[in-house]
């Protein structure tokens, strides 16, 4: 747009300037389009990458392109089939920069733009290498669900703390038996605890051909095992589905033996209200101290609470892996048994 000239002829540029200004303070103004403008300013990404990273579908994810392409903050170049975006940089009017660079600053210390940084680093990597196919799992909709959800990989990558072919470990909250069946060629024994007698089922077929598991249906608030009967305890995906998290916890730490290990693996707190109503899940995810005070309120030690790498098709929000002992201490009787005499006394069967 040209300048109006005043009544005494002077070149009024102010109008246009505003202008200007409202319209990129506009296509900034919603949230997803400044965080696909900030991933777009350092890598060239397509619209199915963009999806990935901020969870969104495609046509959303290419809505709030055009907007950014229309006010001159993006452009796109084709690649094959896909068109690549980045941010139009040097070609960027300089008070356009100045506002970007607010913004910028502003936004990357947000969880969300941490989140993003995780899932940016994923997908670049699904370009380096050739990424292993996942199979499709005949055990029924949670683990179609859950796949969906978060991947197949990031449960084998978190169970690595956990082998020692002399301990025995409790899956708690196992649902269909897949982490029982990754620990079970490794470990003396697991014990699979779930409420859900249609789980407990299906773990059951999962694990017919393994010998050292043994499933039990009982509540995580009242566990149906003995005192100081396990060197390590899982809690996948389970906490969030409880209503009262500290009293599991405790009762974990009721059936560790002292310096047994806890490894949880749970979502960062998120604002998906959905879940509730279509999952069942009482708690939107955790603040990293709220569980913190839990664990040591529960008698566990120096909790390590890391983030886990997503996995690029995962749809849900971002896990971490918070891996804890017990507090070594004795038992209440005085006594501690080693594992020897435990395992003596617990029957080699599963039901």
């Given at each position: 747009m040209e300048p109006r000239a005043d009544t005494n002829g002077a070149a009024t540029q102010q109008p246009g300037v505003l202008g200007s200004m409202l319209g990129w303070m506009s296509s900034l103004a919603d949230p997803t389009r400044a965080r696909a403008l900030r991933l777009?300013?350092?890598?060239?990404?397509?619209?199915?990458?963009?999806?990935?990273?901020?969870?969104?579908?495609?046509?959303?994810?290419?809505?709030h392109l055009k907007v950014l392409s229309d006010e001159g903050w993006v452009a796109a170049r084709p690649e094959g089939t896909s068109r690549l975006y980045r941010m139009s940089g040097e070609t960027l009017d300089p008070a356009a920069r100045r506002l970007w660079s607010l913004l910028r600053e502003q936004a990357a210390g947000t969880v969300?733009?941490?989140?993003?940084?995780?899932?940016?680093?994923?997908?670049l990597a699904e370009r380096r290498t050739?990424?292993?196919?996942?199979?499709?799992?005949?055990?029924?909709?949670?683990?179609?669900?859950?796949?969906?959800?978060?991947?197949?990989?990031?449960?084998?990558?978190?169970?690595?703390?956990?082998?020692?072919?002399?301990?025995?470990?409790?899956?708690?909250?196992?649902?269909?038996?897949?982490?029982?069946?990754?620990?079970?060629p490794f470990v003396h024994r697991v014990i699979a605890v779930d409420s859900s007698a249609a789980m407990l089922k299906a773990a059951r077929q999962r694990v017919s051909d393994r010998d050292n598991v043994e499933l039990r249906?009982?509540?995580?608030?009242?566990?149906?095992?003995?005192?100081?009967?396990?060197?390590?305890?899982?809690?996948?995906?389970?906490?969030?589905?409880?209503?009262?998290?500290?009293?599991?916890?405790?009762?974990?730490?009721?059936?560790l033996v002292p310096g047994g290990r806890l490894l949880i693996v749970d979502m960062f707190r998120h604002d998906r209200i959905d879940y509730q109503r279509q999952m069942g899940h009482v708690w939107l995810g955790f603040e990293r101290l709220q569980l913190e005070e839990w664990l040591r309120d529960a008698g566990f030690a120096a909790p390590r609470i890391v983030p886990l790498p997503p996995d690029p098709r995962a749809k849900g929000p971002a896990l971490?892996?918070?891996?804890?002992?017990?507090?070594?201490?004795?038992?209440?009787?005085?006594?501690?048994p080693g594992n020897s005499s435990r395992?003596?006394?617990?029957?080699?069967?599963?039901?």
């Open positions: 777009v300013e350092s890598h060239e990404l397509s619209v199915a990458e963009l999806c990935s990273i901020l969870q969104a579908p495609q046509s959303t994810v290419s809505r969300l733009a941490e989140q993003d940084d995780q899932r940016l680093q994923s997908v050739q990424s292993q196919a996942f199979f499709s799992s005949s055990a029924g909709e949670w683990d179609r669900l859950r796949s969906e959800m978060f991947g197949d990989r990031f449960d084998r990558t978190a169970l690595a703390a956990l082998l020692d072919e002399s301990w025995t470990v409790g899956d708690l909250g196992c649902g269909t038996g897949q982490w029982a069946e990754v620990l079970a249906r009982g509540e995580l608030e009242a566990l149906p095992i003995d005192e100081a009967s396990l060197d390590a305890a899982t809690l996948c995906l389970v906490l969030h589905h409880v209503p009262d998290p500290p009293t599991v916890l405790r009762e974990v730490a009721r059936v971490f892996a918070a891996a804890v002992r017990r507090e070594a201490t004795e038992r209440r009787n005085g006594t501690h395992r003596a006394s617990r029957p080699d069967r599963r039901r």
